[in-house]
């Protein structure tokens, strides 16, 4: 069981280029999330989504959006990076809508320059 | 909303010794879960142990349990008998209310565990 997959690993990019960061998890969790992951600043909800088909904005949502068609996938999209996106970016599911377990993918570390 | 606060930046332990790790939280929910997640070097958050604010005994995971006063509004982290693999950043966490949607974490504890 691979649990949560994140795709790419790293990433390099360009101020201003369009970015999707692939999340994918194999438990038929109902929720999945994104967090940022800054220095000294501990973990930002970005986006989550409940169930397939919703989906809601977090503590830092700017700049960034989601979708979930499925269960399964749920990525997340830079429209227009920015050097203050450079960040480790964590995606994670949970079985239901009220968190008592919650479990990360590996991380992407995105640089934006 | 809710905060949390992890005052210990790092803290070096010997081998077999026990750590404990501290969390305090500030909430007005009622209903609310304390988490706590390892990140060893390779980046990886590791789940290890929630607790419930209407669990009365204190969770307990192995060598890892959860020390919660709710009065005090704490939930330390101890870890029995500490081993190399132990050394790692630890992150305290907590949801606020019913469906909340997030995790709200305090800024972490980097542990050394020397041999």
């Known amino acids: 069981i691979a649990g949560i997959t994140q795709a790419p690993t790293s990433q390099i990019l360009a101020a201003g280029r369009r970015m999707t960061l692939r999340c994918t998890q194999d438990m038929r969790h109902n929720a999945m999330y994104w967090y940022r992951q800054d220095l000294g600043l501990g973990l930002r909800l970005i986006h989550y989504s409940n169930t397939a088909g919703t989906t809601g904005k977090g503590e830092v949502p700017d700049g960034y959006s989601v979708s979930r068609a499925n269960t399964d996938d749920f990525p997340l999209t830079l429209a227009s990076a920015v050097p203050s996106q450079t960040s480790v970016y964590f995606c994670a599911s949970s079985p239901g809508w009220t968190i008592n377990e919650q479990f990360f993918g590996p991380g992407t570390r995105l640089t934006v320059l | 909303a809710q905060k949390i606060t992890q005052t210990q930046p790092g803290m070096f332990v010997q081998e077999k010794e026990a750590v404990t790790l501290d969390c305090t939280y500030d909430t007005s929910d009622q209903s609310y879960g304390l988490f706590w997640y390892k990140q060893p070097s390779s980046g990886e958050m590791i789940f290890l142990i929630y607790?419930?604010?209407?669990?009365?005994q204190n969770a307990t995971e192995g060598r890892y349990s959860l020390n919660f006063q709710k009065a005090r509004k704490s939930a330390n982290l101890v870890i029995s008998a500490s081993q190399l693999g132990d050394s790692a950043m630890y992150f305290c966490a907590m949801r606020g209310g019913q469906g909340a949607q997030k995790l709200v974490f305090g800024q972490g504890t980097r542990l050394t565990i020397n041999p």
């Open positions: 607790q419930g604010s209407y669990d009365e």
